[in-house]
């Protein structure tokens, strides 16, 4: 799913949960194709909000959203994944939030949730400041740091989450690989990286950050899924060729069947081997001394039938002398 929610809208936390729906509820309204899938998609942070109770705050949760997550799980048969706040009480007040993924599974009975490890400095994470000085607010510095790296369960299998940016490190795809993923979903919000209208009003950003997946889907040799709000949505498969990719800041909804691979490759098990053994290769070769051929003294071996050299002396004023005689 591509709801494509304005990044204007999405600072509303009420606007953007009820324009999510309504785009949802549109798309699904006008796709007849492919249902029921396995997976039904949703981007990061669909419900920019907290949905979990949260007890120092006198919070009761949002048993709405989850009783409408559950009715697109009967609907379509398929485990739905979706970005929201999560939060985990800490004391009586205190509690943390966390830039999250939920997974809900009603025919498996599952619910599962990741939170992201790689946080956007400064604007999900501060380091070294309270984020109640700035009224916690979640996207400027107010996240915790995810600590659990476990791949989420889908029936027999398991995928692996990367929220946002997380794309770009090759050692957490890599780390999903090794502990049994068998392919990754990438969700994010773009918006940030332009908007609606002229050319002009978007950044490469836009382009930039969904070609990172080639690479990951190259390295591990495993299929990914990526679904941003308002695109670049789309498949990659293991060859790192990109299938039923979406246009930019257009409501989309498609269906694929999302390829993969088996095993480890030398990448996933030795991690990125070859970088470090051409970078301390550099380094060797910027350290060593230059070694040259040094030329052999002037007039050694020359003198004296022994073929040992002789030092000869030459008065300064025998050189004066010499210099002026005729």
Not at 248 to 253: G, N, R
Not at 287 to 305: D, F, I, K, L, Y
Not at 308 to 319: F, L, N
Request: hydrophobic share 40%; charged share 25%.
């Amino acid at each position: 799913m591509q709801p494509n929610v304005p990044e204007d809208v999405k600072l509303e936390p009420a606007a953007a949960v009820d324009s999510a729906v309504r785009s949802t509820e549109t798309l699904l309204a006008g796709h007849d194709a492919g249902l029921p899938a396995d997976l039904l998609i949703l981007p990061e942070t669909v419900f920019p909000a907290p949905i979990d109770p949260i007890r120092a705050r006198g919070f009761a949760g949002r048993p709405d959203i989850y009783g409408w997550v559950a009715s697109l799980n009967r609907r379509t048969g398929a485990a739905v994944l979706f970005g929201a706040i999560g939060v985990e009480d800490r004391g009586p007040d205190e509690w943390d939030q966390f830039n999250s993924a939920y997974l809900v599974d009603g025919r498996r009975g599952n619910r599962a949730r990741y939170d992201k490890r790689r946080l956007v400095p400064a604007v999900e994470r501060l380091p070294f400041l309270d984020p109640d000085w700035f009224g916690r607010a979640a996207f400027f510095g107010g996240f915790e740091v995810g600590r659990s790296a476990d791949p989420l369960p889908l029936g027999a299998e398991s995928f692996g989450v990367l929220i946002c940016f997380e794309s770009i490190f090759a050692e957490l795809s890599r780390d999903y690989r090794r502990r049994g993923a068998d392919f990754l979903v990438n969700i994010t919000n773009d918006a940030w990286f332009g908007r609606e209208g002229p050319w002009w009003r978007r950044t490469a950003a836009l382009w930039q950050h969904p070609s990172h997946l080639t690479l990951r889907a190259i390295e591990n040799r495993i299929g990914i899924a990526r679904i941003a709000n308002t695109g670049v949505s789309g498949t990659v498969d293991p060859l790192g060729r990109w299938r039923h990719t979406t246009r930019l800041f257009e409501p989309s909804i498609f269906t694929a069947e999302l390829l993969t691979t088996e095993g480890l490759t030398l990448f996933a098990r030795t991690g990125d081997v070859v970088g470090w053994l051409a970078a301390l290769a550099a380094a060797l070769g910027i350290a060593m001394p230059r070694v040259r051929h040094r030329p052999a003294p002037a007039g050694s071996g020359a003198a004296g039938g022994d073929g040992r050299g002789r030092d000869i002396t030459v008065p300064e004023s025998a050189g004066r002398e010499s210099a002026g005689a005729d």
